[in-house]
């Protein structure tokens, strides 16, 4: 990757303040972390269709969450095109390399492309190399400042039946545990596939609207529920309860289904293909603020802009 670090540098001392990062000057008891999704370059099959390939977008928004220093990075699965390569995996970690550098935890799900090849088990054991923690359990949880945050698995056929329901049975309680504890005020789900899209390409996923929306709806506590896979940004509500899809990280963008067409009413009416973007959420006392944050095509870091702001009330 051809980055110019001090160039780089130059150029964020010499950013608009809309630019500087919102952690740095955020209240007590807050909590700043961000989300990307879909970082995967875009495959030969997938060019030849002339879809576009992202390569200067995908390193600028790793630059820019970097800028942001946020307490840790939620990535939101299809970390690569191609699982089951080991060269794929390499430009990977180039990629993220200035997270790593800046010290910033990542807290990954998988996505269906972490999976892609012949061998599964390649596939994974290239995840579990970055990341151990995927190797111990494909669902996991971290709390910070009241705020519960819960990883899954949503690629439920690569996983056996009996591995499924395991993450089922272990969510339910999982669940049922933070709506008892007085100290979590909020819960956010995080998987590759979302409930909702209006893409052209995807469409809702029936494991996640089968499965687990119904556990995710049970809860009182519950306020979002983020995923990626359909390369973009959209914003939905369903019951008092927000649905986000950040999947701008640098994978082939998509159209999406509009008016009549459209399966769902995005609360996003920005045009598409939609900004590359990554998000910014912030954990208060009362509230959790997301900040959604991208450019354009042909744009770059001086172009970084807030595209849309959630504010959700416990």
Partial sequence: ?????LLLIGLLLTLPLSFASTSTRKPANTVVFAVVGDTQRTLPEEKVLGREQNDLERDEIVDAIVAEHPAFLVHLGDMVDWGESTYVWNRFDRLIKPVRDAKIPIFPVLGNHDYFGRHKNVS???AYARFPQLKDSHWYTKTTEGLAL???????????????????????????DFN?????????????????TNSKITGDEPAI???ILPIFRSSKKTIAYIT???HGYEHFEDGGKQFIISAGG???????????????????NGPAPRPFNYLLIQANDNEVVVRVKGFNKGQHLSDLRVIDTITIPY
């Fill in 250 to 268: 640098g994978g082939p963008r998509v159209e999406y289904l509009t008016g009549t067409e459209a399966r769902h009413k995005d609360l996003f």
């Fill in 150 to 176: 819960i990883f899954l698995d949503s690629n439920m056929e690569k996983l056996s039946a009996p591995l499924w329901n395991q993450q089922l049975a272990w969510l339910k309680k999982t669940l049922s």
């Fill in 209 to 211: 609207n089968q499965f």
């Fill in 1 to 5: 990757m051809n980055r110019p670090p």
């Fill in 228 to 230: 990626g896979h359909a």
């Fill in 180 to 196: 008892a504890d007085p100290a979590i005020r909020g819960i956010i789900f995080f998987n590759h596939h979302p409930a909702f």
């Fill in 124 to 126: 994974l054991a290239n």
